[in-house]
């Protein structure tokens, strides 16, 4: 969430930043409500005032053994009074907090100007696509050439965009999810932090999830107001919420691997075919809680721990920065990685890697204290993808592919495989 403060002092300002987002900031409604509140407010503090002033004259009328119901008839119609000002202040508030919290974060004057995925702007790229000698074929057409990845299965047990795979497969699968965790702990220093993956609506608030984002979840229990989470950013991040972090605690690096469960509401028709666009799979989360002034030199080393991923396994990709209209609700700038997938001859995200300043941090009320003024203040924070298991399986299905429909392991996870070098 914005900082209200700063949003009624720089009103013109945030309004022509996010509509670098394509938000339509409703000044006039925020400068009513604000009025309106502000108003209440003053008005509120004043009934108060008056009826503790009465209450301090009854006190003293009845020590004097004067007739006090002239006051008490007084503070009777106050309290009426300012019940009904509370209600109204209440109401007016929460109204403001609701809008508060369908604003984005404002962009980041670096972030390019552009509408969609179009008008992202490419930063660098890394390695060569590989060259064949064959029509490379799409990482669904050699799984289930291979009797290892079965889309009927998985319709028949639930229905579209869910996968069965089988065999080696389902191993590689493995390996690759604990090699990114081995990277990220063994050379990047990422403490690994298993979570809960279901989450309450808490928790989907302080990230930024909800409200906006309520079509896109797995609501599981509306009892509880408990999800299925999207990302391990949710539970993750919302572990240092409602607290004071210690100074010299900071930075916390997590590394976390959870499914992730996304309703894909809007995509239909999109990238229906195999496991590019599915409402479960597995992903390696990277979260960072930072002090204000080191995140923006974070989010260049959190992309760079998630590329480290992919030059390992030698997959091509390169790197792109998000434009204002593609940056997401929390972020303030988001680099995404995209693969080379061969069977499609183009780059298709991989990982998206964020920096969100304080604008969980203010929902979540998360701190760290100040060792100089020895004053709370909101921390930073920052996620991104290190990397999701499914759509590097599919990056090294179609990079590694041969014209026999074998798919060659990379070398770098040979260990994690038993024995198995080749998917045949």
């Known amino acids: 969430m914005l900082d209200p403060k700063y949003l009624r002092e720089n009103l013109a300002e945030v309004v022509k930043a996010l509509a670098k987002k394509g938000f339509k900031l409703d000044a006039d409604r925020i400068t009513r409500l604000d009025s309106d509140r502000k108003t209440l407010q003053v008005h509120t ?16 009328a009845k020590a004097k053994g004067e007739d006090a119901q002239a006051l008490l008839q007084s503070v009777s119609k106050i309290g009426v009074e300012l019940d009904v000002c509370e209600k109204k202040l209440s ?6 907090n609701e809008y508060l919290l369908t604003i984005p974060n404002i962009p980041h004057e670096s972030v390019p100007v552009g509408k969609n995925e179009e008008d992202n702007v ?7 696509p590989p060259q064949f000698d064959f029509t490379p074929k799409q990482h669904d057409e050699i799984g289930s050439a291979l009797g290892l990845m079965d889309f009927e299965c998985s319709a028949k047990i639930t229905g579209a965009r869910f996968v069965v795979m089988r065999g080696a497969l389902v191993r590689l699968h493995r390996a690759l999810i604990q090699f990114m965790i081995d990277t990220h702990t063994q050379e990047h220093g990422y403490e690994e932090i298993y979570v809960p993956y279901i989450a309450n609506e808490t928790s989907l608030y302080g990230t930024g999830q909800l409200p906006k984002f309520a079509e896109d979840q797995f609501k599981i229990d509306s009892e509880h107001g408990y999800y299925l989470i999207a990302t391990a950013e949710v539970s993750v991040t919302n572990s240092v919420r409602d607290q004071i972090i210690p100074y010299g605690d900071l930075p916390l690096k997590y590394v976390c691997h959870t499914p992730c469960f996304r309703s894909e509401a809007g995509s ?13 799979f597995e992903k390696v989360e990277l979260v960072w809680i930072v002090m204000p002034d080191e995140s923006s ?9 998630a590329e480290t991923i992919l030059q390992k396994l030698a997959l091509p990709y390169r790197v792109v920065t998000l434009c204002g209209g593609d940056t997401g609700f929390s972020a303030v700038k ?14 298709r995200e991989i990982s998206s890697c964020s920096n969100c300043t304080d604008f969980q941090a203010r929902r979540m009320q998360a701190r760290w204290r100040n060792p100089e003024t020895g004053k709370p203040q909101l ?23 041969d014209a026999q429909g074998h798919v060659h392991i990379p070398e770098v996870l040979w260990p994690y495989m038993a024995g198995v070098k080749v998917l045949q």
């Open 379 to 401: 921390v930073h924070t920052l996620n991104g993808s290190g990397l999701p298991a499914g759509r590097t399986l599919v990056a090294i299905l179609e990079n590694y592919q």
């Open 91 to 96: 109401v007016i508030q929460k109204e403001l």
């Open 334 to 347: 988001t680099y995404d990685l995209e693969v080379w997938l061969p069977g499609q001859q183009c780059y």
């Open 297 to 305: 030199a974070v989010l260049e080393t959190l992309t760079q721990h």
């Open 122 to 128: 490419e930063v660098r790229r890394w390695g060569e």
């Open 45 to 60: 503090q004043d009934l108060q005032s008056q009826r503790n002033q009465y209450s301090k004259n009854i006190g003293i």
């Open 268 to 280: 239909y028709g999109k990238d229906m075919r195999g496991m590019i666009r599915q409402h479960q």
